[in-house]
């Protein structure tokens, strides 16, 4: 899109922004360095470059050292091209040009209440002005519900039996934020740890520099909280309504059988400013709580599936729920990720307008969008493409 102009500024949502691992103790940094071989050995990390030296970890991450003596043992790895990029920015984009260039109509403020079968070919979604509380509707032949916690809620209205079992369980995501400008602009780097042992994947603590609105800014976290609500703006009623006869034995299942998150959960939200503070000091040692403060930044919502063993089993991943025509798909996952959305949208594609992947028109277009696409990635075509995406994304 930058290359035909549809884009003008790339930098208005991709910056580059090393990516770090970073841990502490021996064993730890033996894991670090076995990771870094195997991974140098592959032609897609081949400039990965991994040291257990404090004057190198100096360079790569300053505020990190502040403090540190030679003989604490921690180890680090870095791949200098890593980026940051600002999904936000980007999205408003993408919507303007589907309205200018394509004539797409689009709708904002608008709450989706229900999405009921019309005809045989079509779907009458149910909305309404969030502002003006005016109601409309709208016929569809095909609906993609990408509602992020609001999915599940809405997935439950629609008739189709794949929709069976699912239930959803609310985490809050919450960051300690820098408000001291001097320290954000110390820090130019992704820098993460390990997650503790038991832990949840998405619990991986991270010093992360971020650029909002065009503004260097530095985050620590995430740290988990609870609210009943399924989006950040929801009802505290969320949690309630999404509890039917359908989905109950996979609820209990999840919980009986998921004890140790339960207690993660449990610390998690029990613990204090003070507390936080500790975690973010075990990265920026001589960090300061007036510096800092907390906010939340998203809701989860954990996907809890029909287990045939246990009754239910909590999904850490993305599941993609369709019906068995594909004219209704929905996205669930705690944190799909914005950087996996790609890979999402293709996978709702193949299952919502196969006619677009099967067709050689089809597959000509996608394999000019996505080059890899369906394509066995060799070190010349990696190549080839990372270094044309760097020079058009000018990195
Ligand atoms: C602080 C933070 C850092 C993150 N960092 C990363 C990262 O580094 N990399 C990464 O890949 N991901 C990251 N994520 C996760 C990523 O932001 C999410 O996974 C992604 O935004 C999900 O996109 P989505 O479109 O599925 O859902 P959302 O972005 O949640 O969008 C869903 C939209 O649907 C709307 N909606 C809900 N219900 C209805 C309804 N009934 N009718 C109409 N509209 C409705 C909501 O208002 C919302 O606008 C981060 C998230 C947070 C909070």
Redesign the pocket.
Known sequence: MVNEGLIKDPKSFITPVPHHSWVKGKENSDYLENRYKALKEHFMFDTIEFTREIAKMKEWFPLMMHGRTEDEVMAGSRIDRGT??N?GSL?EQLYAILEKEYNTKILFN????DIDPDTDIEWLLK?QDRKTGKKATVDAEHVFI??????L??LQKVEIEEKDGYGGFPVS?E?LVCKNRDIIEQHNA?VYSKAGVGDPPMSVPHL?T?YINGKREL?F??FAGFSPK?????SFLDLLNSIHLDNIPSMWGVFWHNLPLTKYLIEQVAMSFDDRMDSLRQFVKDAKNEDWEILV????VQTIKKDEFEGGSLEFGTQLVSSKDGRVTC?L?????????VK?MLDVLEKAFPELTSTEKGKQQLAKMVPFYKKEVTKDLFDQELSRVTEILEL
Do not use: C, H, N
């Not at 399924?230 to 929801?234: A, H, Q, Y």
């Not at 996952?333 to 959305?341: D, F, I, L, V």
């Open positions: 940051e990029m999904y999205t608008t709450e989706v209440e909305m990408g509602a992020g916690g609001g999915s809620l809405l995501g960051w992704k992360d971020r985050l976290g995430p399924f989006l950040k703006e929801g930044a998203g809701q989860r996205l996952g705690a944190s799909p990720g914005a950087s996996t959305s999402i």
